[in-house]
């Protein structure tokens, strides 16, 4: 059988929260079969664990945040994305801190973390959720939808009126049957514009960011003297979000994602509507290696 996977042994890792500012440790630990992902807030009175489920997202405003209770974990995207990309199914999170630290503005970072620490396979079989009916949201002229494929497969639009996007892609299409998450997408840093920079800060935002973490432009051009990793780094963070968004869900999703201007609210929104519609899903594991679609082998060889 498919089996779900988790870390061999634990790692650590220390950052500064994008929005928040504050330094965090964050430690990422094995955890047993069918636990899902659990963010862990170690520096209350009393730990709290959130786990990773779409009905604990209470603001999406430039991120994904988790809250129950006491406790909130911001900026879940990126580690999210990279644990959707490696295929772990099972980990604990231990946080000192609101957010998870921001590191590069990548998933990349997360991605060397996982492989470092080996990936290993457990004694259960891995559940995905293939999709069965087409199911999409709406906000305006903005939307976003599940279609039924026989893999995974990732369509993303955006529209920003800035002289930059002009002359970056604007539309990707990705297959993962043929793509490499690793090499095509982790490598997509979050991006934002100097003249929003202010605004954000006063609404508490963006408090930790920088040209070491986010591409940065100004009314015209981009600020980082690197410039772009890929010629389509705008819209591939897109769709390393909405990777991270989506596996919220805790499980893999057998089918393509389809967005035009999508973003973290929407993306929820349309996970909200999947779970409500149980007719356009369903479970479904594999007994052999040649009954998975082609795009999960190629996105989750094992590390170990």
Known sequence: MIKQRTLKTPVKATGVGLHSGVKVEMTLRPAGPNTGIVFRRMDLDSPVDLKADPYL????????????????????????????????????????????????????????????????EQDAAKQYVRITQPIEVKDGDKWARFVPHNGFKVEFTIDFKHPVFDKSGKTVSIDFADTAYTKEVARARTFGFMHEVEALRNSGLALGGSLDNAIVMDEYRVLNQD????????????????????????????????AYKSGHALNNALLRELLQHRESWEFVSFAHEEEVPAAFLRLHPLTA
């Open 57 to 120: 997202v209470t603001d999406t405003r430039l991120c994904s945040m988790l809250e129950s209770g006491p406790a909130k974990v911001s900026t879940v995207e990126h580690l999210m994305s990279a644990l959707a990309g490696l295929g772990i199914d099972n980990l604990l999170v231990d946080l000192t801190g609101p957010e998870i630290p921001i590191m590069d503005g990548s998933s990349a970072p997360f991605v060397f973390l996982l492989q470092s620490a080996g990936i290993v």
């Open 227 to 258: 410039g772009l990793r890929y010629d389509d780094e705008f819209v591939k963070h897109k769709v390393l979000d909405a990777i991270g968004d989506l596996y919220l869900l805790g499980h893999p999703v057998i089918g393509a994602f389809e």
